[in-house]
């Protein structure tokens, strides 16, 4: 490859004490900039290599002196107590008990935000039959029903900040657990703002401050047993957002009260996969104004210091939504996402405004990954672990163009394993071309534009749980993954957004999830005039693809009320007299790998199977109109199933393809200003692939994870 492509676009942390290791990997990897990490300093003689600085700061995580003399401004959440049964006409409830005590502590102050309820009829227990004991952090209840369950819903203080109690778990840190302060009290406000103007002056030496991230985490709620150690976990909920303050200021400003149960909601909480009440969307776009505006203020101080501001797309995101108009009114130079996967890139990619869009590569660099697996100690392979995440990102790269990529963590770690380094110069060479092409030249796209509808839209653009291998069944994430590799304009559509007028320029809609989510829809199904806008949509010549249960709502003739278009439907028992039509596969070279749906059956004997198992329809076409029904039982990643679904979109649509390969694990994209045709192959094993240029194929070879030019 080209020294063209030796330095430049990429961020290596720093580590005082391990000065010429860290100048030595400075040089190999190419690196102009330098960083810290969280249980790193950076001495005086890294910050004079003439690299340029980040400086990481948690706005909200070092300030424990502060928040020592100040307890009340600490951070807090809503929690639910175990569920106690009531064996007589009393009883007691240990409000802690099951949770990490390390991370919270009773908010004793706060009753008058509590509830207590009898779950079993899921009602509210009158004030007066409950009492509060502070002594023992305990709730007991008079006047209950004998043999049902209550728990209460209380307010507790966050007392370790998630990300660093992880960090102390994970590197057995024997240092003081940071707290968080919570910025909604003018107090804390003033307090941050002198702290981040001491801080700018007393750091001239930083080219780019690094929010990691802002003010509120994603919720991560640990507990106290081993065989149950995160209780819940969401990428996207508001729930460490809250406070009375909090809940003061939102009556004030939308006339109505928020309760304990919002949040708790019957113990489900509001995790970004179901579709949220009008109430707790109400209470994000609260959220997200505050935070927007108090970080545009400390943004602005950075400014002042002639320094540059980015922010970390992880950790304490929650609120400041980069899809949302207020996110633009920050002023942030830069956004750094963590990414493990393709879909990941895109999101970075596609947050707006005239930004530094970065990637932090994977592994990170600490003795084991977030799994608990061996990555940097005996027994772990970092360097196959970062080939096996770059072969996912670089499929999103060669789609959407990214200006910078780079480590964190803990740099000496690397000592030992030699071909981690090499393997991350090759990988900084190979970005340091995708870029200079996407500078050259746009990438080429087919001329199809996916839509995806959900209850979300625009705001969850190219995401839908968190990182894929914390949620990796959920159809639309793995659909997500596909999609981020492939060549077509996708757009993100909530049904708010579905008009005739925005529907006329899209080709295929999609819509995945299982019942209820947020990600199939829910209760938005229930509108008659979506369904109508819809099926008059497809007969007059869209496309729209079903997964697992989509356009599911009960109440009504179909259990999928796009059931019509899609040919099938989902039984839920009771069909169980009815008859069913003859499940026959039609002749089809279509190899989607998937599993079945039980319960799904075909509505009359008009619509295609495509794909069978075990006399179950799992993937279906159906004329209707002008246009297409297709359906799919579910959906994984993987690239012989986007080999497939590549070609079931453009099937559906187009007569042929330009540009495509006819191996699924050598990804293609083709820059035309440039005239150059770029081959991945994502295995570790030399592929051959013959590429398909409109009528032409040309024959060619890809060594393991490597990359391949062809001038056309």
């Not at 819903?153 to 007392?159: G, P, Q, T």
């Not at 670089?394 to 990214?402: C, D, F, G, N, T």
């Not at 079903?546 to 059931?563: I, K």
């Not at 690239?639 to 979109?649: V, Y």
Request: hydrophobic letters at 40%; a negative charge; one cysteine or more.
């Amino acid at each position: 490859m080209s020294d063209l492509y030796n330095y430049g676009s990429f961020t290596m942390p720093g580590e005082s004490g391990y000065e010429e290791l860290t100048l030595q990997l400075a040089k190999k990897w190419g690196s102009d900039v330098i960083r810290d990490c969280d249980g790193t300093k950076l001495s005086d003689q890294l910050l004079s290599a003439g690299m340029d600085v980040y400086s990481t700061i948690c706005i909200i995580r070092e300030h424990n002196a502060f928040i020592n003399e100040h307890p009340e401004y600490q951070q807090q959440v809503f929690l639910e107590s175990g569920r106690v049964l009531a064996t007589s006409s009393a009883v007691s409830i240990t409000l802690l008990s099951g949770y990490f005590t390390k991370q919270f502590c009773v908010n004793k102050e706060s009753t008058s935000y509590w509830q207590v309820y009898d779950r079993t009829t899921d009602t509210v227990v009158p004030r007066i039959n409950w009492s509060f004991d502070a002594e023992s952090d305990s709730v007991t209840i008079q006047g209950t029903t004998q043999w049902h369950h209550y728990s209460v819903n209380f307010l507790a203080f966050r007392i370790w900040e998630e990300i660093n109690m992880y960090n102390h778990v994970t590197n057995s840190w024997d240092k003081e657990p940071l707290k968080q302060l919570d910025p909604r009290y003018p107090e804390v406000q003033e307090y941050l703002r002198s702290w981040l103007t001491t801080w700018c002056e007393e750091h001239p030496e930083t080219d780019v401050v690094r929010f990691t991230s802002l003010f509120y985490n994603f919720v991560w709620i640990w507990g106290g047993d081993e065989r149950n150690p995160f209780l819940f976990t969401d990428w996207a909920s508001y729930d460490f957002t809250v406070s009375p303050l909090a809940l003061e200021l939102f009556t004030a400003e939308y006339g109505y009260r928020l309760t304990s149960e919002d949040f708790i909601n019957q113990g489900y909480r509001n995790p970004n996969h179901m579709a949220w009440k009008q109430k707790m969307v109400d209470y994000l776009w609260f959220t997200n104004r505050f935070v927007c505006s108090f970080a545009k203020e400390l943004v602005d101080i950075v400014h002042r210091y002639g320094k540059k501001a980015y922010v970390f797309y992880d950790d304490s995101w929650v609120g400041m939504e980069p899809q949302s108009e207020a996110f633009g009114t920050i002023g942030f130079d830069g956004i750094i996402k963590c990414v493990f996967s393709a879909f990941e890139v895109r999101l970075c990619s596609a947050v707006p405004g005239k930004l530094t869009h970065e990637l932090r590569l994977h592994p990170y660099l600490f003795p084991v990954g977030l799994g608990g697996a061996p990555t940097f100690k005996e027994g772990g392979n970092p360097a196959l672990d970062a080939q096996k995440y770059w072969v996912y990102v670089r499929r999103a790269l060669l789609r959407a163009p990214i200006d910078r990529i780079g480590l964190g963590g803990i740099l000496h770690l690397v000592e030992g394993f030699p071909d981690f380094v090499d393997t991350i110069a090759d990988i900084a060479k190979q970005f340091r071309m995708i870029k200079e092409l996407h500078q050259r030249s746009s990438v080429y796209k087919v001329n199809l534009k996916v839509g995806i509808l959900t209850s979300w839209g625009k705001l969850r653009t190219w995401t839908c749980g968190g990182h894929f291998h914390e949620h990796p069944d959920l159809d639309l994430i793995n659909i997500l993954e596909s999609l981020a590799g492939l060549p077509y304009e996708v757009e993100f559509l909530n049904f708010d957004e579905i008009t005739k007028n925005n529907l006329e320029s899209i080709d295929v809609l999609i819509n995945a999830g299982f019942a209820g989510s947020s990600w199939s829809g829910g209760e938005h199904w229930k509108d008659d005039k979506i369904v109508t806008m819809l099926t008059e949509w497809v007969h007059d010549g869209g496309v729209f693809m079903g997964v697992n249960e989509p356009s599911a709502v009960q109440g009504y003739a179909n259990n999928l009320r796009m059931a019509p278009v899609l040919g099938v439907d989902v039984d839920d028992g009771r069909r169980l007299c009815h008859g069913l039509w003859k499940v026959e596969q039609e002749a089809s070279q279509l190899k989607l790998d998937i599993r079945k749906k039980d319960g799904v059956y075909l509505i009359d004997g008009d619509t295609k199977v495509l794909q069978e198992k075990d006399n179950l329809p799992v993937v279906t076409e159906r004329s209707f109109g002008k246009g297409k029904g297709i359906y799919l039982s579910e959906y994984r990643y993987s690239p012989e199933n986007t080999f497939a679904l590549r070609s079931i979109l453009e099937q559906s649509k187009l007569q042929e393809s330009l540009y495509c390969t006819d191996n699924p694990l050598v990804d293609c994209a083709y820059f035309p200003e440039a005239k150059t045709l770029v081959l991945a192959n994502g295995s570790g094993q030399k592929q051959r692939v013959v590429v398909r240029i409109g009528k032409e194929f040309i024959p060619a070879e890809v060594e393991g994870f490597a990359i391949a030019l062809i001038s056309y």
